[in-house]
């Protein structure tokens, strides 16, 4: 069927920007903009709406079947719909900008730095907070309304729910958690690292969906994708790392724990990679404060243990352990037997042997490539420590698996 004319979709955008205090963007077949109707809403520092900036947002080829959600990388979202008469495209109709909760500083700064945008930290830090805030299932209900005016076609929220790729449960977060509001998000926030402070696992498995509302946003540059998913994970295990210190965790262990996810996630190119490192992160920091808060050790033998766990696949030394917590490789040695009540390369034996308990288990390596990879001098000695602690040969243990 027609679209309506110039006149009629100037109206729309008008009395829409009225009503409901959206800024409206509409553009020709030649993505030149015939048309602008502004609320109150907030300019982007960086743009000031250049209309290039949003043109970047319109692809002739979409489908006219749906409203959009277009994304940036700056964490704004804007609403798009295609206007096309018999597949011939007329223009677009583009609203926004919105976001559709407040994010933590933290997040914003380190978001800001990766993107080398340090000089307008300042006016970017106050856009954010003036930037309307916009639940997604009212974006999407924005674009049904809208796309009846213009196609006289009633669609399903559900489905173009679907269409747009957002997923149903965090919508209902979103309306019935509340989430999108500043106040109410930074108290999650701050909550989910409180329990890291206390060590709290339990609790922590429930408040897991904060972190994952951090990587729900989709851009619509896969480069800005990975790069705004690596700083938001970051920006998350520096700040859980510093709760942790609070919880009791020495932060030698704190930080090089730290720096061993960051290192992943920094050579990371795969998103899903990304969260789930930074979850893995939150869990692990949670479970080491927990244990630090009953360990019997001293720091310095606490903080032995944690590298040599943290570090099985590299070459430890007695002496390089002394070095990390300032003690002569004597005295730490003689330390670590007291306390533990085993020799220190003994205990990186044990560890090196529970890991490849594991690698035989779950991995596809010969027994070889383990022994090499947790650096026993030879095979046949890595035979007789492992039998030495298990009690068969890692040929017997191997088999044993398979049956």
Do not use: W
Not at 2 to 18: A, G, R, S, V, Y
Not at 57 to 70: Q, S, T
Not at 244 to 256: Q, W
Not at 322 to 351: C, D, W
């Amino acid at each position: 069927m027609e679209i309506p004319n110039k006149d009629q979709l100037t109206f729309i955008c008008k009395h829409m920007t009225d009503t409901f205090k959206l800024t409206f963007f509409l553009f020709n077949s030649e993505k030149e903009l015939i048309f602008q109707a502004s609320s109150n809403s907030p300019h982007s520092p960086l743009t000031l709406y250049k209309i290039e900036y949003i043109k970047i947002l319109i692809d002739e080829n979409m489908c006219n079947n749906h409203p959009l959600i277009k994304s940036t990388k700056l964490l704004e979202n804007f609403l798009v719909i295609n206007l096309k008469h018999n597949d011939n495209f007329e223009g677009a109709m583009v609203v926004g900008p919105f976001i559709y909760k407040k994010y933590p500083i933290e997040i914003l700064k380190e978001l800001i730095n990766n993107l080398g945008l340090f000089s307008e930290m300042k006016s970017l830090l106050a856009y954010y907070e003036s930037i309307p805030l916009v639940k997604r299932v009212d974006l999407i209900r924005y674009g049904i309304i809208l796309y009846y005016m213009i196609y006289r076609k009633e669609l399903d929220l559900q489905q173009v729910l679907k269409l747009n790729k957002l997923k149903i449960e965090n919508v209902i977060e979103d309306e019935n958690i509340s989430l999108v509001t500043s106040e109410d998000n930074n108290s999650k926030h701050k909550k989910l690292l409180e329990l890291i402070k206390e060590g709290n696992s339990e609790e922590l498995a429930n408040f897991m969906y904060v972190l994952n509302e951090e990587f729900e946003c989709e851009y619509f540059s896969e480069k800005y994708e990975l790069k705004i998913s690596k700083s938001l994970a970051i920006s998350n295990i520096t700040l859980a790392t510093s709760s942790a210190i609070k919880g009791g965790l020495y932060c030698e262990i704190a930080y090089d724990l730290s720096n061993i996810y960051i290192e992943k996630i920094e050579k990371s190119k795969d998103l899903d990679c990304i969260k789930h490192l930074t979850k893995e992160a939150f869990i692990d920091l949670v479970q080491r404060v927990r244990t630090s808060k009953s360990d019997i050790y001293s720091k310095e033998i606490t903080i032995c243990i944690h590298f040599i766990n943290d570090h099985i696949y590299d070459i430890i030394s007695v002496s390089k352990l002394a070095k990390l917590v300032n003690l002569h490789p004597s005295y730490l040695s003689r330390l670590f037997k007291k306390e533990t009540g085993m020799l220190m390369n003994t205990y990186i034996q044990k560890v090196r042997v529970e890991e490849s308990k594991k690698l035989i288990t779950y991995s596809s390596y010969s027994l070889s490539e383990i022994c090499n990879l947790l650096h026993f001098a030879h095979q046949s000695y890595f035979t007789e420590v492992f039998k030495r602690f298990v009690g068969i040969t890692p040929y017997k243990f191997l088999k044993s698996r398979k049956s």
